[in-house]
């Protein structure tokens, strides 16, 4: 049974004009998203926010998973109902973050490498009694003068692999996450480089640890220049150098590819999705896995404040509809303003 479930699962995560909303921030993190609308991360008000989130009217027209974070699994809306129970209901598939998050290497400055497959299979046993369906894992590559190292992608590709066999055995689509951060004043033709070296290394581990690409999904960073880069690649150059790097290494039997957002605006991870998606057909589907290109206008939106949730919701749904036009590349930036005139 477990097999054709994980395929039926990938291929729905991925399915036409939808993605995947990444609300699986670390507690660290998400207490830096609420410091930014002036919120104290208490466990009660990241409830309240993710309960808002989750709520959003016609969730599922759009967001086909929602990855959650191990606080987060474990919550309830403020009337009781499960968060897991409130995504199914709404068509949504629930997932887990799995990784402990990215440490130093050791003998390597300013390198890092993902930790948390001790006692994997046993919280993967725990998450999946808990409601989870997918997984995801996340490695962090950096681009600097003689970064990344041939050690750092190798080290991070084998825990990939690692976490990816294991999330397959407990009968859980993997996610697996190479993140090539966009920080930095190089080039898109060296984060082409970068990211076509770190693929290349994950999908060697990948396959040498037997993970099957067909029950898998690929989470990766666009091709783009470095955010102090003087020169900035728009849509069409970003989903050319895209395209060309996955075709050279990302095999077709994989089902899907969903973009991080990574720190581009969110009108920028929108355009770019599209103009990798107009210029399709293409071996996988290509869709998002978007953080804080789907939250960001909604914390605004929201602040903390009970009275503005329906404010905050729509934001997120304004964005889910954009990114799932983009996904087909059906977007057009005229699209931004309906939002406005609801
Ligand atoms: P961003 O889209 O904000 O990069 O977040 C996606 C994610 O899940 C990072 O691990």
Redesign the pocket.
């Known amino acids: 049974m477990a097999e054709e479930t994980l395929e039926a699962t990938a291929r729905a995560l991925v399915a036409p004009g939808k993605g995947i909303l ?1 609300a ?1 921030e670390s507690t660290g993190t998400i207490e830096k998203r609420l410091k930014s609308i002036e919120v104290e991360s208490t466990e009660e008000n990241r409830r309240a926010y993710r309960e808002m989130l989750f709520t959003t009217a016609g969730l599922g027209d759009h967001i086909s998973g929602v ?1 959650l974070y191990d606080e987060t699994i474990r919550q309830s809306t403020k009337d009781g109902a499960p968060f897991t129970k409130v995504l199914v209901d709404a068509g949504v598939i629930p997932g887990i973050k799995v990784d402990m998050g990215a440490k130093p290497l050791a003998g390597a400055e300013g390198e890092k490498v993902t930790e948390g497959l001790d006692g994997l299979r046993e919280r993967l046993m725990e998450y999946r009694d808990l409601g989870a369906k997918f997984t ?1 894992w ?1 490695a962090v590559i950096d681009i600097g003068k003689d970064r990344p190292s041939a050690y750092c992608i190798h080290v991070n590709a084998h825990a990939l692999a690692r976490y990816a066999a294991l999330s397959q055995e407990a009968g859980l689509v993997p996610i697996v ?1 190479p ?1 090539v951060l966009m920080d930095g004043p190089h080039p898109l033709e060296r984060c082409y480089e970068v990211t076509e070296a770190t693929l290349e290394g994950v999908f060697n581990e990948l396959f040498s640890q037997r993970v099957v690409y067909e029950r898998m999904l690929l989470k990766p960073n666009m091709v783009i220049s470095g955010n102090e880069c003087s020169e900035q690649a728009g849509p069409e150059q970003v989903a050319d150098a895209t395209i060309r790097c996955f075709r050279s290494v990302v095999p077709a039997a994989v089902p899907g590819i969903v973009f ?4 581009q605006s969110d009108e920028q991870a929108t355009a770019n999705l599209n103009a990798i998606n107009a210029g399709g057909p293409h071996p996988w589907q290509l869709s998002f ?5 789907l939250q960001a206008p909604s914390l605004k939106a929201w602040r903390g404040d009970e009275a503005n949730v329906r404010a905050g919701q729509d934001a997120l749904a304004h964005r889910a509809r954009l990114n799932g036009a983009a996904r087909d590349g059906r977007y057009t930036p005229e699209m931004e303003k309906e939002l406005a005139a609801a």
């Open positions: 990444a699986d990855i995801k996340r996450e993140e991080l957002s990574g720190g896995s978007y953080g804080r290109a």
